[in-house]
């Protein structure tokens, strides 16, 4: 089993930034994949970023790329999310995920999900 809990949610207006943290415990010897899904009331849950803990280019949403970074501290089984140019949209449950074979932003592939943590984005 592997456990995920993050932190660094919280309220911002727009155009603000927020910075997201996941800390994997456990079982994580077989972790291949961390990264940020999200969910926003009335819509599906959809993946924002994900990397390969291993190396690798990390996979990013159309919808974020420019604006979101996910690195990773793997020594430590940690992964960020560094969110930047947040706008209304950005306000969801955002979800640590772990797992996975080939890091992609299909929630299918993943076992293992934190708790979420909250972002709102409004003026």
């Known amino acids: 089993q592997v456990q995920l809990v993050e932190s660094g949610g919280g309220s911002v207006q727009p155009g603000g930034s927020l910075r997201l943290s996941c800390s994997a415990s456990g079982s994580t010897i077989r972790m291949k994949c961390m990264g940020w899904f999200r969910q926003a009331p009335g819509k599906e849950r959809e993946g924002v970023a994900v990397?390969?803990?291993?190396?690798?280019?990390?996979n990013y949403a159309d919808s974020v790329k420019g604006r979101f970074t996910i690195s990773q501290v793997n020594t430590q089984n940690v992964v960020y999310l560094q969110m930047n140019s947040l706008t209304p949209e950005d306000s969801a449950m955002y979800y640590c995920?772990?797992?996975?074979?080939?890091?992609?932003?299909?929630?299918?592939?993943?076992?293992?999900w934190g708790q979420g943590t909250q972002v709102t984005v409004s003026s």
């Open positions: 995920v772990a797992g996975g074979r080939w890091c992609t932003l299909e929630r299918w592939e993943y076992g293992y």
């Open positions: 990397v390969n803990i291993g190396g690798g280019v990390p």
